[in-house]
Structure formats: structure tokens, C-alpha cells
């Protein structure tokens, strides 16, 4: 089983800055890939970024040049730098990892959610 903590969402003007870090405990084996992904009101949850075991990352189109995902393996964390926020950033974040067990069954766990809100 693996425990997802995530931090540092909170209100944010136009413009501004935020660092989400998501922290994986518990009994790893391996982890192929952590990401971000985010959901609006009325809106469907989207891909923000993900960051594979080998450090290869991905973002959404709308946060391309803006968001920056890193991973620290020794400690099993995620973070996703936020710079040049806009209002339509405004949404509940979610930390996923897929876990990769001794016999090789991946599991996608899903962090609990943190606020973003961008406004003046």
C-alpha cells in the first residue's frame, strides 16, 4: 500500500508563483511515473505533467513553459513548480503515482487533493 501527502496549494494573485510537492510512503518497490493532474469545476480532470523514473516529463498544452515537474527518487517526492499563474488555473490538484509491485502489477494511487486558486 502506498500513502500519497500532498502540499502547498493555496490563493495566488495573477501572475504569481505556487510548488505543489506530493511525498509517496509507505511499501514502494518502484515507481515508474508521479504526475499532477488537475479538475475544475464542471470540468473533467486533466493531465498537468508527469515526470517518468528515468526523467522523462510531459506537460498539458496549457501549462507548457509556465510548469515545471521534477522527482526526487531517494525520498520518493514530486514537485510541480507553478510560475506565471492565471485565473484558469484555478482547480483541485491531484498527485497520482503508478506503483510497480515485486511482481509486477502497477497500481495508480491518487493523493487527496490540494486547492489552487488564482485571483486578484
Known amino acids: 500500500q502506498v500513502q500519497l501527502v500532498e502540499s502547498g496549494g493555496g490563493l495566488v494573485q495573477p501572475g504569481g508563483s505556487l510548488r505543489l510537492s506530493c511525498a509517496a510512503s509507505?511499501?514502494?518497490?518502484?515507481?515508474?511515473?508521479m504526475g499532477w493532474y488537475r479538475q475544475a469545476p464542471g470540468q473533467q480532470r486533466e493531465l498537468v505533467a508527469v515526470?517518468?523514473?528515468?526523467?522523462?516529463?510531459n506537460y498539458g498544452d496549457s501549462v507548457k513553459g509556465r510548469f515545471t515537474i521534477s522527482r526526487t527518487i531517494a525520498n520518493n517526492t514530486a514537485y510541480l513548480q507553478m510560475n506565471g499563474l492565471k485565473p484558469e488555473d484555478t482547480a483541485v490538484y491531484y498527485c497520482?503515482?503508478?506503483?510497480?509491485?515485486?511482481?509486477?502489477?502497477?497500481?495508480?494511487?491518487w493523493g487527496q487533493g490540494t486547492q489552487v486558486t488564482v485571483s486578484s
Open positions: 509507505g511499501t514502494i518497490f518502484r515507481i515508474p511515473a
Open positions: 515526470v517518468l523514473s528515468g526523467g522523462i516529463t
Open positions: 497520482n503515482v503508478l506503483h510497480r509491485d515485486i511482481t509486477t502489477r502497477t497500481i495508480s494511487y
